[in-house]
């Protein structure tokens, strides 16, 4: 039985530990695993320049203003493999920037429809970006069409900011290096047991919710996203046992 290396959802085991950090990725960014014991695990990477603490929460990058509700630039066919859009703010992007994200067309002609993105070209402020996707184009798409690209929710995180910023996608089970000078590729947690930090008194039973301090939980309020549920008596800064209901 494995309890430290998780068992990758499409079968065998990872190589790599849920206390270990490398530099080189050994899976896709969003690969899930899970342990024999049932706690789940997604594949990871972190280009902050701060250490990702243990037992304190970590989020996904907050989608850029510019890179949603963007144009199509050009026409797209049913069957076509890639879309190019206008990026707001005359940005210019890197090349496989948004390698493993998402785009999903937003609103107009075909509109609802999510597709995972294979890679994009390097582009210029004053040029289209284009991305390459994973499927085909299901629905055509016009320069009507509008469209939101953002990153797979497990790529470049940081720590959670107080408050309720943005999607809150794990727990780091080992102080994580800072990866601006390398990225590094992790396990976080985010179903089951694991210690977290609390920011104040939390009662057992209690449903949590990012903390008013950064990396930390407090008792939920109903209208933020749900981190988990407290299994004992929690004390300000200390870091007492949760079950995790991140993702299953």
């Not at 609802?112 to 629905?139: H, K, Q, V």
């Not at 809150?168 to 985010?190: E, H, I, K, L, R």
């Not at 209208?223 to 549920?229: D, E």
């Amino acid at each position: 039985m494995s309890y430290e290396t998780p068992i990758l959802t499409a079968g065998g085991a990872s190589n790599q530990t849920i206390r270990e950090a490398v530099t080189t990725a050994r899976h896709d960014v969003g690969t899930r695993g899970q342990t024999s014991d049932g706690r789940v695990f997604y594949y990871t990477r972190t280009s902050d320049s701060n250490i990702l603490a243990a037992g304190q929460l970590v989020m996904s990058e907050v989608i850029i203003a510019n890179h949603a509700n963007i144009a199509v630039a050009s026409a797209a066919a049913v069957g076509d493999e890639s879309v190019a859009v206008t990026l707001g703010g005359s940005e210019s992007l890197a090349k496989d920037a948004y390698q493993g994200g998402y785009l999903v067309i937003n609103d107009v002609d075909g509109e609802g429809r999510t597709y995972r993105i294979a890679g994009n070209a390097a582009t210029s402020s004053t040029t289209a970006a284009t991305f390459d996707l994973s499927g085909e184009i299901e629905t055509a798409l016009t320069t009507s069409s509008q469209a939101t690209v953002l990153k797979n929710p497990w790529m470049d995180v940081v720590e959670a900011a107080a408050g309720h910023v943005h999607f809150v996608c794990g727990v780091p089970q080992f102080a994580v290096p800072a990866g601006n000078s390398t990225a590094q590729y992790f396990w976080a947690q985010t179903w089951g047991v694991s210690a977290l930090e609390d920011d104040a008194a939390t009662a057992i039973g209690a449903v949590l919710q990012s903390g008013t301090t950064a990396g930390q939980v407090e008792v939920g309020d109903g209208a933020a996203q749900p981190i988990g549920v407290q299994l004992f008596t929690g004390v300000a800064t200390e870091y007492y046992p949760k079950f995790l209901t991140i993702a299953p």
